[in-house]
């Protein structure tokens, strides 16, 4: 029986090699949204279809969003690109967006997952003069826009 069992952990991880060979499930890092959407064509995919809603306002200069995910997460293929397609449409500097891709365990190599209290995916962060204003985590109760737009009249 433990010959049968070392047999099994054999064929799993044997399998489960192809899983690893994708850098963005081992190393989390910091990504621009080119990379992102080069190396994850369904997120430029997914941020092509999106139409944005009317209603959000302009953010401010001195806001800044961190976005934490995975690229492996369905919330994340859904909303990050919706995210991004907001914030260009409303003319948000791409300097302002910090995006960091996190593993299965929800950590990223530089610890700001872990800094951030980052506990589901996708989790985005606005700060405004380096104080958190506010987050939407996963999928927002309402419209990813209506979210964006409440995190705003906290300002």
Known sequence: MAKLSQIVMVVVLC???????DNSLQNSSV???QALFLQHPNFQENFDRYEVLDGVP?????????????????????EV????????TVGFPQAGIKMV???????DSL???????????PTFIFFRQQNE????????????EEA???LLNQL
């Open 15 to 21: 399998c489960s090699t192809p899983l690893l060979a």
């Open 58 to 78: 302009k953010i401010p200069n001195d806001v800044s969003v961190l976005m934490f995910f995975g690229t492996w997460c369905h919330d994340s293929q859904r």
């Open 101 to 107: 891709t996190l593993d299965f365990s929800k950590n």
């Open 31 to 33: 990504i621009s949204k």
């Open 81 to 88: 690109p919706r995210m991004l397609k907001i914030l260009e």
């Open 148 to 150: 964006v737009s409440q």
């Open 133 to 144: 204003v506010g987050r939407i985590v996963e999928k927002p109760a309402t419209t990813l």
């Open 111 to 121: 610890g700001l997952a872990a800094a951030n209290d980052i506990n589901f995916t």
